[in-house]
């Protein structure tokens, strides 16, 4: 179940980011792809990985990819924060 819960996220997060072009999305969805990809390798025992270092390494990186919103834009387009 986490896997797929990751590949929705994921593309969700690449969705918006080429819609409406969020800074956080243009991070966030390739990390939570790759880190589905991880999942899905661990379910079929490809990885030996604990869920424990996956879930911080999505965690650290989604905390990671809102520093540019925070100290610069929010959004790609127009160069202007909003």
């Known amino acids: ?23 956080h999305c243009t991070f966030t969805g390739p990390l939570y792809l790759l880190t589905g990809l991880a999942a899905l390798a661990k379910v079929l025992g490809w990885l030996s990985i604990s869920w424990t270092v996956l879930w911080a390494a999505a965690a650290v990186g989604t905390l990671l990819s809102f520093i540019p919103e925070w100290a610069w834009k929010v959004y790609w387009t127009n160069g202007v924060k909003r």
């Open 1 to 23: 179940m986490w896997p797929l819960t990751l590949f929705w996220a994921g593309g969700l997060c690449v969705g918006n980011a080429m819609r409406c072009g969020r800074v």
